[in-house]
């Protein structure tokens, strides 16, 4: 399942959960240097949400306060710099009562899985063994992709598969918990049973818009199984893990008895343990694949040295370089693409059940960071580290927003009560409470909102903006709601 960067929904209030355990940093953690160790201090000790309050005394809180507010109980950090891995350590634990996290802890990678598979595909690509722009259904023969009144007589490229273009349904699977018969991937493609999600299928015309499909990558899995006519872990294994030395990485599933005890148990939201532990995905392209915040530091370095045709153990420039081309919806061949024009980045989220990661990479200044963590709402925190892992290393983006409040008269933000349907099944209600307007949106908790001016309030919890529009008598019918550069109209009920 995907967390973009970039996801832009109405419901943006996003849920903060409550409480566990103190993060620790690995008792085995590598000895260094000043500077650097100078810089871990300073990720710990202040994470911040996406928008900070100017002059506010209480900004930062310390990464053991956050995994604690958040139930998080294990994290795992490793943070590139020019070009090579500058720290990797892990805090908390891999199990409650159980064993440090450490820089080898394995944790499931989610829909990180996509861009680590898609530098598989591409490697046939170079091989010859496939086309970008071919109709995969030539080469595809355990399964064909089923024709679609929604497109007819469409053709699917390997090209479209890797960009979310293509047209198929399905965004992301949930998995199957211990003891769960497991489907085969045809079966998962048909939504037979035992498969717990819809048929996959052409539900637009290939190439006509951007929609982020789990399904897809599902399909691109079936194309490299026929071609490469080997299991997928092992085709993963020999094609990239290995030569880019990602030696703590496996798309087996499940996890082999062998990586056990190296492995992260899954924790729920509010702290319970996932019943049975973590979730068997037949769909490895899109969610099998478990690693480290190393080895993903080591697949960043690899996609940014080869842009340079410094090291292409895998891809060669042009196909890195096609990889983070930005196309539909700001994505390239399994990567979203973001940053400025001068200093672009290339990154992915992660949600599995009980997991939740994030990194992030600078093409030109090789840079970056991969935080992963065993619970779910662990991106909330992976944002935070994030923005604190941005501010020690001066990066251009991810940094908190600075807004300043203003003070302004009770009798004012009295006006503004009152609750605002964004969506006919989402509404967001505004209340004061003695002189903080606080609101609430559908199924979400309350969150105080800060004036910038009489009308225009911001949260801190997330980067939006509440605008309320009054009529020339000063009555307010309506709000706009301002996210990552789209407006939301609200209407008062």
């Known amino acids: ?7 832009v929904t109405v419901s943006v209030f996003l849920c ?3 409480a566990l355990m103190l993060a620790q940093a690995s008792p085995t953690a590598t000895v260094l240097p000043t500077e650097t160790q100078q810089r871990v201090e300073k990720v710990k000790s202040c994470l911040t949400g996406p928008v900070v309050i100017k002059d506010d005394p209480h900004t930062c809180h310390t990464l053991a306060e956050r995994m604690t507010e958040l139930h998080v109980p294990g994290v795992s950090i490793a943070v590139i710099h020019n070009g090579v891995i500058d720290w990797a350590q892990g805090f908390g634990v891999q199990q409650v009562g159980g064993k440090p996290v450490t820089a080898d802890t394995l944790f499931q990678a989610g829909s990180i ?6 530098m598989a595909a591409l490697h046939l690509v170079g091989e010859g063994k496939l086309s970008l722009d071919s109709d995969v259904n030539t080469v595809l023969t355990t399964w064909k992709i089923p024709a679609s009144p929604a497109a007819p007589g469409a053709t699917v490229t390997l090209r479209e598969l890797l960009t979310h273009t293509a047209g198929f349904t399905v965004h ?3 998995g199957y918990a211990a003891n769960a018969p497991v489907p085969t991937l045809v079966q998962v493609l048909n939504g037979e049973k035992p498969a717990n999600t819809d048929p996959i299928r052409l539900e637009n015309p290939p190439g006509k818009d951007w929609k982020y499909s789990g399904g897809g990558y599902t399909v691109m899995q079936q194309v490299l199984l026929d071609v490469a006519k080997e299991p ?17 990485s496996t798309y087996e599933q499940p996890l082999p008895a062998k990586f056990q005890s190296m ?3 899954p924790y729920m939201e509010d702290g319970a343990a996932v019943p049975g532990g973590a979730h068997t995905y037949p769909e490895m392209a899109a969610a099998g694949l478990w690693t480290t915040p190393s080895d993903l530091a080591r697949y960043m370095i690899e996609v940014q040295q080869s842009l340079q045709d410094k090291a292409n153990h895998v891809l060669s420039r042009d196909l890195t370089q096609q990889m983070i081309t930005a196309g539909k919806g700001g994505w390239g061949l399994g990567l979203q693409i973001g940053g400025s024009t001068s200093n672009p980045y290339f990154s992915h989220g992660g949600v599995n059940e009980g997991f939740e990661s994030l990194f992030v990479a600078y093409e030109h200044n090789r840079d970056g960071a991969a935080v992963m963590t065993n619970a779910q709402g662990g991106m909330h925190l992976a944002s935070e580290i994030m923005g604190s892992i941005a501010a020690a290393y001066d990066w251009p983006d991810f940094r908190p927003i600075v807004r300043t409040a203003i003070k302004v008269d009770r009798a004012v933000l009295a006006r503004y009560a009152g609750t605002y349907e964004i969506a006919p099944t989402f509404s967001v209600t505004f209340s004061l409470e003695g002189d903080q307007l606080m609101t609430q949106a559908t199924n979400q908790p309350k969150f105080p909102v800060y004036p910038e001016t009489e009308t225009k309030f911001f949260l801190t919890v997330v980067d939006a903006e509440v605008e309320f529009i009054p009529d020339d008598k000063g009555q307010v019918s309506y709000l706009v709601l301002h996210q990552n550069g789209h407006e939301t109209k609200g209407m008062r009920k």
């Open 1 to 7: 399942m995907l967390v973009s960067l970039k996801l």
């Open 113 to 118: 899985s996509k861009p680590v598979a898609a």
């Open 172 to 174: 992301g699977f949930p």
């Open 232 to 248: 997928f872990p092992k085709l993963l294994h020999d094609t990239v893990l290995v030569p880019i030395g990602m030696t703590h």
């Open 263 to 265: 492995a992260a148990t």
């Open 16 to 18: 903060l959960s409550q």
